[in-house]
C-alpha cells in the first residue's frame, strides 16, 4: 500500500540516517517502525490487566494470595549486583 505522509525535517533526516545504518529501505524503516508500534499498543492492554491483577502494591493485589505466594517460590532467586 502506498501512501503520503508529512514528517518535521529533522524526523525525517534522523530517520534517513537510521535506515542507512540499518540497511533499511525507507519503505522498510516506516513499516517495521508501524508494526512496533501497533505491537506495543496490543501489549498496553496486556499489562493493565496485569497491573489491576497483581497491583503496584501487594496489598492491592486481587490475586489470591496463596497462588502470590506459590509464583514467588517458583521463580528463582535474584543475584546479587
Known sequence: MKTAISIPDAIYEEAERLAARRGWSRSE?????????????????????????????????????KLAQAQARALPEDEPW
Open 29 to 65: 524503516l516506516y513499516a517495521n517502525a508501524v508494526a512496533e508500534l501497533l505491537k506495543n499498543e496490543r501489549l498496553v492492554g496486556v499489562r493493565e490487566r496485569l497491573d489491576v491483577l497483581y497491583g503496584a502494591d501487594p496489598e492491592d493485589s486481587t490475586l489470591d494470595p
